[in-house]
């Protein structure tokens, strides 16, 4: 069996950007990923200003004083944030305020408590260091630094970076587009009378949703029968527009397993026994477009287990990094965090495991009872992942490996 590890290595390996980018509103590029970077044409801030309400003035005109409380200098002028500023006449102070430009020939700010203001001027109880609670033009951003690069996935932050050098729009490469369906003659939907021997398709809930966070343009193909003729025709049209196809169920190589055959007789596929719990079979390929001279020539399919918690653990592992890398994000594996393990599991498994965990009120980590891939109620407790090595017994109280749930979905 392949190591995760290597399956992940593997699937990276073969991703490529797709094709294509547009130029969106910077309100609307949430989640979208960079094509070209962004590249500032100002200083931030674009002047000196005052970091606090107070009264701007020269050092030099207080440094001499022993007692700043004898110093009395009048106030010369007012400044707002978003009005000129006229310079600083020497022996004078300007009332001024957060965020408003310093003038020309100050030097330094006095905050406001540290100043007694009456009709004879600003008396000060405060001898400032020269800069005191000025931020400099440039302090944070230097006009022509690259301050998102390209490959870059814009969070709010990254919008409100963009924002602060004056960028309306950005070029983010385009939308992957990802056609899903689900296999399996045993799935029934929500809302629709559940026969003997069936059960409500829930995967289709988790994996449309978890593929919505990813910012993809998704096309469900819904449930479709359990033939392989059905599946090949699925299989053909999907490819046409899209840049990968996903599948849930049906990977295995059983009689009623049609989903390798039929991705076999279109394109190509690995069957991976990847050594992982939950999740073991996972489907890796591609599906020839039809004409073959379409961009690529062929959709990437991947082909994940039916089991609802394999699922889900399969598409956060390694779904979500191939399609961010699709998308051209760098950035694509989650941060993984040392934390204590409040349990103990007396032994390991043969495979890595993938434990159902959340974060307790003392800051450990306590696992859910049933970790069976059936259990989804264990997502919806869990905080996360714990990643425990093959054949590794957890004592309490040791440093275990956890992914959160929160780097996953993102």
Same mark, same amino acid.
């Given at each position: ?35 070209? #970077? ?5 200083? %931030? ?11 701007? %003035? ?20 007012? %400044? ?9 006449? *020497? @022996? ?12 020309? @020939? ?51 932050? *990254? ?100 989903? +390798? ?21 996972? *489907? ?14 062929? #959709? ?5 287990? @039916? ?20 998308? @051209? *994000? ?15 599991? +007396? ?64």
């Amino acid at each position: 069996m392949l190591s995760t590890a290597d399956a992940l290595a593997t699937l990276l390996a073969a991703a490529r950007r797709v094709d294509g980018a547009q130029t969106v509103e910077t309100f609307e590029a949430l989640g979208r990923v960079l094509a070209t #970077a962004v590249v500032s044409t100002l200083d %931030v801030p674009p002047m000196r200003t005052s970091s606090m309400d107070g009264y701007a %003035v020269r050092a030099a005109d207080l440094a001499g004083a022993s007692d700043a409380s004898a110093v009395t200098l009048p106030v010369s002028q007012r %400044v707002p944030a978003g009005q000129t500023a006229e310079p600083l006449a *020497a @022996g004078t102070v300007a009332r001024i305020f957060t965020g408003a430009t310093v003038p020309p @020939g100050a030097d330094t700010i006095v905050m406001q408590e540290m100043v007694r203001a009456d009709h004879a001027g600003a008396t000060f109880s405060h001898v400032p260091p020269e800069g005191e609670w000025i931020t400099q033009q440039g302090a944070d951003i230097r006009r022509g630094s690259v301050i998102l690069p390209a490959g870059t996935r814009l969070t709010p932050q *990254a919008l409100g970076l963009a924002a602060s050098v004056g960028s309306a729009a950005l070029d983010v490469v385009r939308k992957v587009r990802v056609a899903v369906f689900f296999t399996g003659d045993e799935l029934t939907m929500p809302g629709e009378p559940l026969r003997p021997g069936a059960i409500y398709n829930s995967n289709r809930f988790t994996l449309r949703a978890l593929l919505g966070e990813l910012g993809c343009d998704v096309t469900d193909l819904g449930i479709v029968p359990d033939r392989l003729d059905a599946t090949r025709e699925t299989l053909r049209w999907a490819a046409r527009d899209h840049d990968l196809i996903l599948t849930c169920g049906g990977v295995s190589v059983g009689e009623e397993d049609h989903v +390798k055959p039929a991705v076999e007789a279109e394109g190509r596929i690995s069957m991976w026994q990847i050594a992982m719990k939950p999740g073991k079979p996972l *489907a890796f390929g591609a599906v020839r477009r039809e004409p073959a001279d379409q961009s690529g020539g062929e #959709a990437f399919f991947i082909g994940l287990p @039916g089991n609802p918690v394999s699922s889900f653990c399969t598409f956060l592992l390694f779904v979500r990094p191939f399609i961010l890398r699709l998308a @051209g *994000a760098e950035a694509v594996e989650p941060r993984v965090y040392a934390m204590r393990a409040d349990f103990t599991q +007396k032994k390991g498994d043969r495979r890595n495991e993938f434990l159902r965990a959340r974060v307790n009120e003392a800051g450990g980590l306590e696992v859910f009872g049933n970790q069976s891939s059936a259990v989804l109620t264990s997502t919806v407790w869990g905080d996360g992942l714990i990643d425990n090595p093959p054949n590794h017994a957890i004592q309490a109280g040791e440093t275990v490996r956890f992914i959160p749930f929160s780097e996953l979905m993102r």
